[in-house]
């Protein structure tokens, strides 16, 4: 038996110890998207997985606190862009640190009717229905049920990992 093992006291985890422990887990970066009436709106999000492959569901997790909340309920909809390596930790920072109406002011981006917004950077987009919102604690889980997915690119994806961005690409 291993004696060096650094083993944590019985007990709930402490605010600390739980993102130590969930933020030692690697993930992509996404901005998910949505409307806010007719504008656009953004927030960057890495709790975001797949769930079924029929029919096709993915989920994210969104702090009640996360301005996105009440327009994704709204609108019924919600776009997830997986972001690249390259310029990504710079969206990434954006989408979640500027004033929600100003997130897209000189980036191009489109969308399809009835669709959420997708940004042009991102190398893959995946067009949601709401399908289902579960309160889980200080957040919701979305459930969303994937309705049109769009492949721009192979580009390298953003990591995320212990609060900041590894680069994946080999050194030049
Ligand atoms: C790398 C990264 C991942 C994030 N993941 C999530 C997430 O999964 N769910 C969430 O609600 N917020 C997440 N956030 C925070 C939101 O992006 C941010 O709180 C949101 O855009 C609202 O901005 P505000 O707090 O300035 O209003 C993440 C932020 C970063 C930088």
């Known amino acids: 038996m291993a004696a060096d093992l650094t083993l944590a006291p019985t007990g709930a985890p402490s605010a600390a110890e ?4 969930m933020g030692y887990f690697p993930t992509g970066v996404t901005v998910v998207t ?3 009436g007719r504008t656009p709106l953004g927030s960057t999000i890495n709790a975001f997985c797949s769930v079924s492959l029929d029919p096709p569901l993915l989920l994210i997790c969104l702090d009640n606190a ?3 909340r009440g327009p994704v309920e709204d609108s019924g909809v919600f776009g997830v ?4 390596a390259e310029g990504g930790r710079e969206l990434a920072l954006h989408f979640a640190r500027n004033p929600e ?3 897209f002011a000189g980036l191009e981006w489109a969308a399809c009717e009835g669709g959420a917004p997708q940004l042009k950077a991102a190398p893959i987009f995946v067009d949601c229905q709401v399908q289902a919102i579960h309160p889980a604690g200080d957040h919701v889980v979305v459930i969303g049920r994937g309705v049109r997915t769009c492949h721009a690119s192979h580009e390298t994806p953003l ?8 680069d994946l690409r080999p050194a030049q």
């Open 81 to 84: 862009n997986i972001l690249p």
């Open 159 to 166: 990591l995320y990992h212990r609060g900041s961005f590894p």
């Open 34 to 36: 949505s409307w806010g």
């Open 101 to 103: 109406s100003d997130r």
């Open 18 to 21: 739980w993102r130590a422990a």
């Open 66 to 68: 996360n301005p996105l």
